[in-house]
């Protein structure tokens, strides 16, 4: 079971559209566990302030060493800490089968400028971004990249060969997807898909994902090649 630990001045935010679906069936039924934890909680002063001006000048304000720093070893109990930073590497489905193997994991979830460099030194925290783009937080990210481990989990999909198939498993895009009615809208579901030919059909969804991707993502492509 993958217990989780996110840090944040915006605890309930959490479990947010985690509490549905797939993954809300899965917190329900003890697959994984989430606590939000209020950083505020170990301030040194009566206001719960986190944050303090960046040194050597700049725009906005840096989350405290001091009192994130105490909210993480009030709270580590082992396992990966993770930093959700535009800054950090970016989120792949190969990092999200790493991260789906812990037992746990302890989130960050940064808010302001950032937070003290220190911080990352001190505890070793990998840093990891969902794009290239800036959001008012890491609760958003923190929770696009829980989706994409708890699915991973054992028990968590009823098919798992579905997840075989899916894009980025192989470095490629998936192939289109069809299903009922057949006609609709002038527009018919290819005939290969309906032949029955399971040899045939896997091989024209194998071409049409190579196509897909030579043309939307050929950086996945060139990653191919390189692991050959």
Not at 22 to 50: C, M, P
Not at 84 to 95: I, V
């Amino acid at each position: 079971m993958l217990k989780v630990k996110v840090l944040t001045i915006f605890p309930e935010i959490f479990p947010g559209f985690l509490a549905t679906s797939l993954t809300g069936k899965a917190l329900k039924e003890g697959l994984w566990q989430l606590e939000a934890i209020n950083i505020r909680n170990y301030a040194f002063d009566k206001h719960g302030s986190v944050d303090d001006t960046p040194c050597g000048g700049g725009a906005g304000m840096i989350m405290r060493p001091d009192v994130l720093g105490e909210a993480i070893e009030q709270n580590y109990r082992g396992g990966k800490i993770i930093y959700m930073s535009p800054k950090g590497q970016p989120l792949t489905q190969k990092t999200v089968h790493r991260l789906a193997k812990e037992s746990d994991l302890m989130i960050v979830c940064g808010r302001f400028e950032g937070v003290d460099e220190r911080v990352i030194e001190e505890y070793n925290i990998e840093e990891i971004s969902i794009g290239d783009y800036i959001l008012t937080g890491g609760e958003q990210a923190a929770m696009i990249m829980l989706d994409a481990v708890v699915r991973l989990l054992p028990g968590v999909l009823g098919n798992s060969e579905s997840i075989q198939n899916e894009s980025f498993e192989q470095n490629l895009l998936e192939y289109p997807q069809y299903t009922r009615p057949i006609k609709w809208k002038n527009r018919s579901v290819p005939e290969i898909l309906l032949s029955g030919h399971h040899e045939n059909v896997a091989k024209w969804q194998h071409e049409q994902a190579l196509q897909i991707t030579k043309i939307r993502r050929p950086d996945l492509l060139e990653k191919n090649l390189d692991s050959q």
